[in-house]
């Protein structure tokens, strides 16, 4: 059985999820059923995939999960891009959350890889 929280990158992602909860906060009221809410789904997606991918049996199933992780960071990044040109999320905060985000996707790669 893999421990999912002992994983630096299952932290990192759990971490990133309150930033985003954080920053999401100030979006416009006519986003909280868009932008706001698919940012938000992307990023508990990550760490969230990760540990479900955790508890299955197989190397390809766990590898499979790991990939849809990813594919949930490059969501968010592309998300995170869309609300910065919307003036949604100032430069400080986009450059934090771009860097954290790229942090995680090369995690996620290596582990990847590792398998």
């Known amino acids: 059985m893999r421990n999912f929280r002992n994983w630096e990158v299952w932290k990192n992602a759990k971490s990133l999820v ?20 698919q940012i938000r789904r992307a990023a508990v997606s990550i760490p969230a995939n990760i540990a479900e991918g955790a508890g299955r049996r197989t190397e390809k199933d766990f590898k499979n999960f790991l990939y849809i ?47």
């Not at 992780?69 to 905060?93: N, P, T, V």
């Open 69 to 115: 992780a990813l594919g949930s960071a490059f969501e968010l990044e592309a998300l995170i891009d869309l609300s910065h040109d919307l003036s949604f999320i100032k430069k400080d905060r986009f450059d934090e959350l771009h860097d954290r985000i790229n942090h995680i996707q090369r995690q996620l790669n290596s582990f990847i890889q590792k398998l």
């Open 18 to 37: 309150k930033i985003v909860y954080q920053v999401t906060a100030s979006f416009p009221d006519t986003e909280k059923f868009g932008l706001t809410n």
